[in-house]
Protein backbone atom coordinates (compact mmCIF):
# COMPACT_ATOMS: atom_id res chain seq x y z
CA UNK A 1 0.00 0.00 0.00
CA UNK A 2 1.04 3.52 -1.09
CA UNK A 3 0.50 6.02 1.83
CA UNK A 4 1.17 9.89 1.53
CA UNK A 5 1.47 11.45 4.82
CA UNK A 6 0.94 15.56 5.61
CA UNK A 7 1.59 16.96 9.12
CA UNK A 8 1.52 20.94 9.20
CA UNK A 9 0.18 21.26 12.66
CA UNK A 10 2.80 22.80 14.34
CA UNK A 11 5.69 24.96 12.52
CA UNK A 12 7.25 22.18 10.66
CA UNK A 13 5.40 21.30 7.53
CA UNK A 14 6.68 17.21 7.00
CA UNK A 15 5.39 15.22 4.06
CA UNK A 16 6.23 11.68 3.48
CA UNK A 17 5.48 8.42 1.17
CA UNK A 18 5.50 4.89 2.60
CA UNK A 19 5.15 1.83 0.88
CA UNK A 20 3.60 -0.42 3.26
CA UNK A 21 5.86 -0.09 6.14
CA UNK A 22 9.00 1.11 4.03
CA UNK A 23 9.98 5.24 4.29
CA UNK A 24 10.61 5.59 0.37
CA UNK A 25 10.92 9.90 0.92
CA UNK A 26 10.09 12.69 3.48
CA UNK A 27 11.28 16.02 3.21
CA UNK A 28 10.81 18.28 6.11
CA UNK A 29 11.30 22.30 5.97
CA UNK A 30 11.55 23.70 10.26
CA UNK A 31 12.09 27.39 8.69
CA UNK A 32 8.62 29.42 9.36
CA UNK A 33 7.71 29.51 5.87
CA UNK A 34 3.84 29.37 5.93
CA UNK A 35 2.12 26.04 5.03
CA UNK A 36 -0.37 27.57 2.40
CA UNK A 37 3.49 28.50 0.29
CA UNK A 38 5.46 25.24 1.30
CA UNK A 39 2.97 22.45 1.32
CA UNK A 40 1.82 21.86 -2.01
CA UNK A 41 6.12 22.19 -3.72
CA UNK A 42 7.16 19.53 -0.91
CA UNK A 43 4.28 17.61 -1.90
CA UNK A 44 5.12 17.91 -5.95
CA UNK A 45 8.77 17.22 -5.35
CA UNK A 46 8.04 14.17 -3.25
CA UNK A 47 6.32 12.91 -6.18
CA UNK A 48 8.98 14.13 -8.77
CA UNK A 49 11.48 12.60 -6.91
CA UNK A 50 10.33 8.93 -6.02
CA UNK A 51 8.53 8.76 -9.77
CA UNK A 52 5.25 7.79 -8.38
CA UNK A 53 2.45 8.77 -10.23
CA UNK A 54 -0.81 10.49 -7.81
CA UNK A 55 -3.06 7.70 -9.47
CA UNK A 56 -0.54 5.00 -7.29
CA UNK A 57 -1.19 6.28 -3.99
CA UNK A 58 -3.72 4.14 -2.15
CA UNK A 59 -3.84 6.28 1.46
CA UNK A 60 -3.45 9.86 2.36
CA UNK A 61 -3.09 10.29 6.02
CA UNK A 62 -3.27 13.56 7.84
CA UNK A 63 -2.10 15.20 10.99
CA UNK A 64 -5.23 16.22 12.69
CA UNK A 65 -4.51 17.94 16.22
CA UNK A 66 -4.31 19.53 18.34
CA UNK A 67 -2.26 22.03 17.06
CA UNK A 68 -2.12 25.35 15.26
CA UNK A 69 -5.53 26.16 13.70
CA UNK A 70 -4.63 27.60 10.88
CA UNK A 71 -1.98 24.46 10.09
CA UNK A 72 -4.35 22.04 11.08
CA UNK A 73 -6.91 23.61 8.13
CA UNK A 74 -4.37 24.27 5.64
CA UNK A 75 -3.89 20.11 5.97
CA UNK A 76 -7.07 19.07 6.12
CA UNK A 77 -8.17 20.84 2.93
CA UNK A 78 -5.45 19.73 1.07
CA UNK A 79 -5.67 16.01 1.88
CA UNK A 80 -9.13 16.24 1.06
CA UNK A 81 -9.02 18.01 -2.16
CA UNK A 82 -6.14 15.25 -2.90
CA UNK A 83 -8.05 12.42 -1.68
CA UNK A 84 -11.40 13.36 -4.22
CA UNK A 85 -8.90 14.47 -7.03
CA UNK A 86 -7.63 11.08 -6.69
CA UNK A 87 -10.39 8.84 -5.33
CA UNK A 88 -7.78 7.10 -2.82
CA UNK A 89 -9.13 6.73 0.50
CA UNK A 90 -8.09 9.14 3.40
CA UNK A 91 -7.74 8.68 6.88
CA UNK A 92 -7.02 11.49 9.96
CA UNK A 93 -4.29 10.99 12.89
CA UNK A 94 -3.99 12.12 16.17
CA UNK A 95 -1.36 14.70 15.77
CA UNK A 96 0.77 13.85 19.41
CA UNK A 97 0.05 10.04 19.08
CA UNK A 98 1.49 10.03 15.18
CA UNK A 99 4.63 11.85 17.44
CA UNK A 100 5.19 8.88 19.84
CA UNK A 101 5.61 7.21 16.56
CA UNK A 102 8.71 8.69 16.24
CA UNK A 103 10.14 6.43 18.90
CA UNK A 104 9.46 3.18 19.27
CA UNK A 105 11.11 2.75 22.52
CA UNK A 106 9.78 0.37 25.17
CA UNK A 107 10.23 0.95 28.60
CA UNK A 108 10.05 4.73 28.59
CA UNK A 109 6.46 6.99 29.06
CA UNK A 110 6.30 9.10 25.86
CA UNK A 111 5.02 12.32 26.42
CA UNK A 112 4.69 14.74 23.46
CA UNK A 113 3.19 17.96 23.80
CA UNK A 114 2.58 21.36 22.31
CA UNK A 115 2.09 24.70 22.82
CA UNK A 116 -1.86 25.46 23.68
CA UNK A 117 -1.29 29.21 24.25
CA UNK A 118 -1.48 30.96 27.58
CA UNK A 119 0.97 29.00 29.66
CA UNK A 120 -0.44 25.62 29.07
CA UNK A 121 -0.18 22.50 26.38
CA UNK A 122 -1.45 19.92 24.87
CA UNK A 123 -0.82 16.76 26.19
CA UNK A 124 -1.07 13.03 26.24
CA UNK A 125 1.09 10.05 27.72
CA UNK A 126 1.62 6.72 25.55
CA UNK A 127 3.84 3.36 25.99
CA UNK A 128 5.46 1.03 23.60
CA UNK A 129 4.08 -2.48 24.96
CA UNK A 130 5.18 -5.76 22.73
CA UNK A 131 5.53 -3.86 19.44
CA UNK A 132 2.59 -1.86 19.81
CA UNK A 133 1.54 1.86 20.68
CA UNK A 134 -0.58 1.97 24.22
CA UNK A 135 -2.52 5.30 24.79
CA UNK A 136 -1.86 5.80 28.73
CA UNK A 137 -3.44 9.07 29.19
CA UNK A 138 -5.82 10.98 26.21
CA UNK A 139 -4.85 14.53 25.40
CA UNK A 140 -5.64 16.86 27.52
CA UNK A 141 -5.27 20.82 28.28
CA UNK A 142 -2.35 21.35 30.85
CA UNK A 143 -0.50 23.78 32.99
CA UNK A 144 3.88 22.70 33.37
CA UNK A 145 2.75 21.65 36.16
CA UNK A 146 0.01 19.41 35.39
CA UNK A 147 1.98 17.83 32.68
CA UNK A 148 5.04 16.93 35.09
CA UNK A 149 2.23 15.26 37.41
CA UNK A 150 0.69 13.63 34.91
CA UNK A 151 4.00 11.93 33.71
CA UNK A 152 5.01 11.32 37.58
CA UNK A 153 1.87 9.40 37.75
CA UNK A 154 2.82 6.81 35.59
CA UNK A 155 6.02 5.77 37.77
CA UNK A 156 8.16 4.88 34.95
CA UNK A 157 10.98 7.03 33.28
CA UNK A 158 9.75 9.12 30.42
CA UNK A 159 10.87 11.15 27.29
CA UNK A 160 9.52 14.55 26.15
CA UNK A 161 8.82 15.01 22.75
CA UNK A 162 7.45 18.19 20.91
CA UNK A 163 7.42 22.37 21.86
CA UNK A 164 8.78 21.08 25.30
CA UNK A 165 11.21 24.26 25.69
CA UNK A 166 8.91 26.40 28.63
CA UNK A 167 8.96 22.69 30.40
CA UNK A 168 12.75 22.27 30.11
CA UNK A 169 13.37 25.91 31.38
CA UNK A 170 10.98 25.12 34.24
CA UNK A 171 13.69 22.44 34.97
CA UNK A 172 12.86 18.62 34.69
CA UNK A 173 13.41 15.81 37.91
CA UNK A 174 15.81 13.17 36.65
CA UNK A 175 13.21 10.54 35.39
CA UNK A 176 12.09 12.98 32.82
CA UNK A 177 14.71 13.16 29.46
CA UNK A 178 14.16 15.15 26.78
CA UNK A 179 14.29 13.30 23.01
CA UNK A 180 16.62 13.95 20.63
CA UNK A 181 15.88 16.85 18.61
CA UNK A 182 15.80 15.14 15.44
CA UNK A 183 12.78 12.99 17.07
CA UNK A 184 10.89 15.49 19.34
CA UNK A 185 9.09 17.36 16.54
CA UNK A 186 6.12 15.67 14.09
CA UNK A 187 7.26 13.50 10.88
CA UNK A 188 5.71 12.81 8.12
CA UNK A 189 7.06 8.87 8.05
CA UNK A 190 4.93 8.81 11.56
CA UNK A 191 1.39 10.06 10.85
CA UNK A 192 2.18 7.20 7.64
CA UNK A 193 2.75 4.40 10.16
CA UNK A 194 -0.09 5.33 12.41
CA UNK A 195 -2.46 5.98 9.78
CA UNK A 196 -1.13 2.60 8.66
CA UNK A 197 -1.78 0.99 12.06
CA UNK A 198 -5.34 2.67 12.43
CA UNK A 199 -6.63 2.09 8.72
CA UNK A 200 -10.12 0.82 7.76
CA UNK A 201 -10.59 0.56 4.18
CA UNK A 202 -14.43 1.02 4.26
CA UNK A 203 -14.37 3.76 7.10
CA UNK A 204 -11.66 5.41 4.94
CA UNK A 205 -13.40 5.65 1.95
CA UNK A 206 -15.33 8.59 3.41
CA UNK A 207 -13.83 11.48 1.87
CA UNK A 208 -15.45 14.55 3.81
CA UNK A 209 -16.54 15.33 6.87
CA UNK A 210 -13.21 14.92 9.24
CA UNK A 211 -12.82 17.77 11.76
CA UNK A 212 -9.55 18.52 13.19
CA UNK A 213 -8.97 18.31 17.15
CA UNK A 214 -9.09 21.35 18.10
CA UNK A 215 -9.16 20.77 21.74
CA UNK A 216 -9.58 24.00 22.73
CA UNK A 217 -11.61 26.88 21.04
CA UNK A 218 -9.82 29.88 19.06
CA UNK A 219 -8.58 32.98 20.74
CA UNK A 220 -11.28 34.53 18.22
CA UNK A 221 -14.03 32.78 19.15
CA UNK A 222 -13.33 33.62 22.72
CA UNK A 223 -12.67 36.97 22.22
CA UNK A 224 -16.02 37.18 20.18
CA UNK A 225 -17.69 35.13 23.33
CA UNK A 226 -16.47 37.75 25.95
CA UNK A 227 -17.77 40.92 23.44
CA UNK A 228 -20.99 38.93 23.74
CA UNK A 229 -20.87 38.65 27.03
CA UNK A 230 -20.28 42.63 27.57
CA UNK A 231 -22.88 44.12 25.41
Not at 74 to 88: D, F, K, N, R, V
Not at 117 to 144: D, H, T
Request: proline share 5%.
Amino acid sequence: MLTLAIDTATKVCTVALCRDQKLLAEYTINMGMTHSEGLLPQLEQLLQRTGIAKKEIDLLAVSMGPGSFTGLRIGLATAEAMAYSWQCCLHGVDTLKAMAYNIPLEGKVLSPVLDAQKGNFYQALYQWQFGRLIELEPVEVVSAERALERIALQGTPALLLGECNRLVKKGLPDWVQVAPEALRMPKGSSVAFAALEEFNPEADKKIFGLEPYYIRRSEAEELWEKRQQQQ
